[in-house]
Nanobody
Framework: QVQLVESGGGYVQTGGSLRLSCAVSGGIFSRYRMAWFRQAPGKEREFAATISWGGGSIYYGDSVKGRFTVSRDNNLNTAYLQMNMLKPEDTAVYYC?????????????????WGQGTQVTVSS
């Protein structure tokens, strides 16, 4: 049973930074493409970032490009999302997800495993 546990969410002012972590257990972490999605109140869940098993293939959603950085440490079975220059519109529940061979790296339907989410709130 693959389990994903996010941490690092919290409350931050506009322009601040947070680093989210996603610890994975129960599977071979280095085989999975990892992704971060987010869901703001009243909105659909949207793609934020993804990183391939070796880190050589990385994509970002347009709304976070240039401010967020996705990374992973296969020795620690953990993926990260460094979020800088945060804005109030970044307020959302952030989810990490894992997939062995997604057809589309950006499509949430292609990810088999999900964490429970961590809340990020950015004040204006």
């Amino acid at each position: 049973q693959v389990q994903l546990v996010e941490s690092g969410g919290g409350y931050v002012q506009t322009g601040g930074s947070l680093r989210l972590s996603c610890a994975v257990s129960g599977g071979i972490f280095s085989r999975y493409r990892m992704a971060w999605f987010r869901q703001a109140p009243g909105k659909e869940r949207e793609f934020a970032a993804t990183i391939s098993w070796g880190g050589g293939s990385i994509y970002y959603g347009d709304s976070v490009k240039g401010r967020f950085t996705v990374s992973r440490d296969n020795n620690l079975n953990t993926a990260y999302l460094q979020m800088n220059m945060l804005k109030p519109e970044d307020t959302a529940v952030y989810y990490c997800a894992a997939a062995l061979s997604p057809k589309s790296a950006r499509a949430q339907g292609d990810y088999e495993y999900w964490g429970q989410g961590t809340q990020v709130t950015v004040s204006s």
